[in-house]
């Protein structure tokens, strides 16, 4: 990770619990969405966050955005803790974070134009004057490669790519400088997601943008992304460059994960088709120990007495594993 510039958003020692119920008439526990992840952002860094659903990601990104309140922990952007802050200054902010979400059904108001909504965020906070709405919505539109006469139109007239592509011109209005976004792709055609894909990848450059970008579609991560954060059961279980990560991965959880994703690494033969082996446990009722040790082929008695600490396996390159860096963590047969 480049560390010599300061990090634009900072995760510290996050968690965040939401109560639930076991079964019908269960008994009621937390369960920790987000366990004590820290997580730092520069500018212009595009870092992938994977790991199967229910692991804490949109948790995570939501959190980064001050949409969520975290249980435990800070997010600190541009020197300020978000839990600080209120008011005007909280909205100045906001400005500078935006989210695109999976759905653009679902985050584009049906009933207005897409111009109103793109007017929004610049009226809001002030981004252009008036006389000059009109315009920056044209220049907007066309940054995401859609004709100006997009503007007086609805949003269900357009196809789902078009409608990603109308979310991100909403979401970039407000010149942020970090976007979340959350599964961004995952519900278009898949000719249609790498168009996105290249669209997120211009605009990073031209707006120097950092970017949490939340998958569980490894492909696309590895396309985008120059970090990738690895999530387990709420907890960062390998971080690291895309090289690190993807070519010599330390963590057996990212080692199942590349393996159930055929064709992304030469080495790895298809596994269950896409799914992991075993079962992800409750999230309510995590094992003791390495979370992942329940799944894990290379388990031995002492993962499941503490929660392993991070080694480090290199600059900006750790993993939560006992056995990481002692050439003991090939992956054994799990097929
Ligand atoms: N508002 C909420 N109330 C109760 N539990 C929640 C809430 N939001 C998330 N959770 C729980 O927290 C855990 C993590 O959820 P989260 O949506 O962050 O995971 P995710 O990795 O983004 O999953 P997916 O890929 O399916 O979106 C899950 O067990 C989920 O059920």
Redesign the pocket.
């Given at each position: 990770m480049p560390q010599e510039a300061p990090p634009l958003v900072e995760a510290r020692s996050l968690g965040?619990n939401?109560?639930?119920r076991q079964g019908l008439l269960g008994r009621r526990r937390d369960?920790?969405?987000?366990r004590d992840v820290s997580l730092a952002l520069a500018r212009g860094e595009t870092v992938g966050?994977v790991?199967?659903?229910?692991?804490?990601?949109?948790?995570?990104?939501?959190m980064m955005l001050g949409l969520?309140q975290p249980t435990t922990g800070h997010v600190v952007f541009d020197g300020r803790d978000l839990a600080d802050l209120a008011g005007g200054e909280r909205r100045r902010l906001a400005r500078r974070m935006q989210m695109v979400f999976?759905d653009p059904f679902g985050s584009l108001d049906p009933r207005r134009s897409v111009g109103a909504q793109i007017a929004d965020g610049l009226r809001i906070h002030g981004i252009v004057p008036a006389g000059k709405v009109r315009s920056e919505i044209a220049r907007l539109l066309d940054q995401v490669g859609l004709p100006a006469t997009v503007a007086s139109r609805r949003p269900h007239e357009f196809s789902g790519g078009q409608r990603q592509r109308i979310a991100v011109a909403r979401a970039i209005s407000t010149r942020p400088d970090f976007i979340v976004a959350?599964?961004p792709v995952s519900a278009l055609d898949v000719s249609i997601q790498a168009q996105v894909v290249n669209l997120l990848i211009d605009l990073r450059s031209e707006l120097d943008l950092a970017m949490l970008f939340?998958s569980?579609d490894l492909h696309v991560v590895h396309h985008l992304c120059t970090r990738i954060v690895v999530?387990y059961l709420?907890r960062i279980v390998e971080e690291g460059s895309a090289a690190q990560v993807f070519d010599s991965p330390a963590h057996p959880y990212t080692r199942a994960l590349l393996a159930a994703t055929p064709s992304l690494h030469p080495r790895k033969t298809e596994v269950g088709g896409g799914v992991l082996p075993g079962e992800l446990p409750?999230?309510?009722n995590p094992p003791s120990g390495c979370p992942f040790r329940t799944r894990c082929p290379v388990a031995e008695k002492a993962c499941a007495a503490a929660m392993p600490e991070y080694r480090q396996m290199g600059t900006g390159w750790r993993a939560a594993c006992i056995k990481a860096g002692t050439g003991n963590t090939e992956r054994r047969d799990m097929a």
């Amino acid at each position: 990770m480049p560390q010599e510039a300061p990090p634009l958003v900072e995760a510290r020692s996050l968690g965040r619990n939401f109560p639930a119920r076991q079964g019908l008439l269960g008994r009621r526990r937390d369960v920790w969405a987000v366990r004590d992840v820290s997580l730092a952002l520069a500018r212009g860094e595009t870092v992938g966050v994977v790991g199967e659903s229910g692991c804490g990601k949109s948790t995570l990104g939501r959190m980064m955005l001050g949409l969520d309140q975290p249980t435990t922990g800070h997010v600190v952007f541009d020197g300020r803790d978000l839990a600080d802050l209120a008011g005007g200054e909280r909205r100045r902010l906001a400005r500078r974070m935006q989210m695109v979400f999976q759905d653009p059904f679902g985050s584009l108001d049906p009933r207005r134009s897409v111009g109103a909504q793109i007017a929004d965020g610049l009226r809001i906070h002030g981004i252009v004057p008036a006389g000059k709405v009109r315009s920056e919505i044209a220049r907007l539109l066309d940054q995401v490669g859609l004709p100006a006469t997009v503007a007086s139109r609805r949003p269900h007239e357009f196809s789902g790519g078009q409608r990603q592509r109308i979310a991100v011109a909403r979401a970039i209005s407000t010149r942020p400088d970090f976007i979340v976004a959350d599964e961004p792709v995952s519900a278009l055609d898949v000719s249609i997601q790498a168009q996105v894909v290249n669209l997120l990848i211009d605009l990073r450059s031209e707006l120097d943008l950092a970017m949490l970008f939340i998958s569980h579609d490894l492909h696309v991560v590895h396309h985008l992304c120059t970090r990738i954060v690895v999530m387990y059961l709420g907890r960062i279980v390998e971080e690291g460059s895309a090289a690190q990560v993807f070519d010599s991965p330390a963590h057996p959880y990212t080692r199942a994960l590349l393996a159930a994703t055929p064709s992304l690494h030469p080495r790895k033969t298809e596994v269950g088709g896409g799914v992991l082996p075993g079962e992800l446990p409750s999230p309510a009722n995590p094992p003791s120990g390495c979370p992942f040790r329940t799944r894990c082929p290379v388990a031995e008695k002492a993962c499941a007495a503490a929660m392993p600490e991070y080694r480090q396996m290199g600059t900006g390159w750790r993993a939560a594993c006992i056995k990481a860096g002692t050439g003991n963590t090939e992956r054994r047969d799990m097929a």
